[in-house]
Structures are given as C-alpha cells and as structure tokens.
C-alpha cells in the first residue's frame, strides 16, 4: 500500500543544506544518507540511481529532480530530500539548473506502489509556494513540517 509523503520521508533523511557541484555528486551523497536508513550498500543506490538515469533525466523542471529506484533490499518505500545551497545541472526539462532533490527507494518487486509514491512527489512538488517554502528553510526540521503541512493541506 502506498504511504504518504511525510510517511517516505519519516524514515529517510533530509539534508537542508548539501553543498555539491555536479549530478553525479548530488546523487552520490544522497545515496550515502539512504544507505544508512537502508541497509543497502551506497554503491548498490548509487549505480541503481544512474542506472535509471541512463533512461533519461528525472529533473522535472523549476529546479525539482526526482531520482528513483527499485532495489532488491528496500522493505518499503522510502524518500530522501535534499536542497542544494547551489543549484546543478540534471538536464531538466526547462534546461534550469536544479536545487530540489527528492530521491525515492523501492523494493524491485514493489512497481505499482513505487509508481504511485514517485507520482505522489510529483504532484506536491508541482507547486510553487512549496518549492519557495523548501528553497527558504534553513533546518531538517522546517523542511519535515513543510512537507507535513503540504499533506495537510492537499488532503483536506
């Protein structure tokens, strides 16, 4: 069964202030932080996630990038958020660098409810008061109650 947002992240980290220079950096220090709420090897997130790059950019425009993966290991779905202090270059589909990185987990037989959960991130990071709201907090804390309080919001 898919869980909610504020349920992903629950369990996963949250980095509101990583300091990269490229995608691949980005996604190397975002799958050290899974692996630790994991259990599965950083190596084995980081090939996975380039992996599904290979297939195309998942940079979803107005700096949001949603790498995702399904991984032999991974019990249920699990998020990962990071705000980059400087924005870096996904190959967004607005060609705009990106700032925003919310990483998705999945067990590899788990298809239906990783699409369901990567299509949920996707839907609340379309809007733009909650990409200012990320852009402008400053601890892990803020960023969990943004994320909580936009569930809140679109549930009711």
Request: aromatic share 4%; with cysteine; hydrophobic share 45%.
């Amino acid at each position: 069964m898919t869980r909610d947002l504020s349920d992903l992240l629950l369990g996963g980290p949250v980095l509101p202030a990583l300091n990269c220079t490229s995608a691949k950096q980005v996604f190397s220090r975002l799958s050290s932080a899974m692996s630790d709420k994991t259990g599965v090897s950083d190596r084995d997130i980081l090939h996975a996630i380039v992996e599904r790059e290979k297939l195309g950019s998942t940079a979803v425009g107005h700096g949001v990038v949603l790498p995702h993966a399904r991984l032999p290991g991974i019990q249920q779905p699990i998020g990962g958020f990071a705000r980059l202090l400087t924005p870096v270059d996904f190959d967004a589909v607005d060609e705009q660098p990106c700032d925003l990185v919310f990483m998705l987990l999945a067990s590899d037989g788990d298809g239906a409810d990783h699409l369901r959960a990567l299509a949920k991130i996707a839907r609340v990071m379309r809007h733009a008061g909650l990409r200012k709201d990320l852009r402008d907090a400053e601890t892990e804390q803020d960023i969990r109650d943004i994320f909580c309080a936009s569930i809140a919001s679109s549930a009711a």
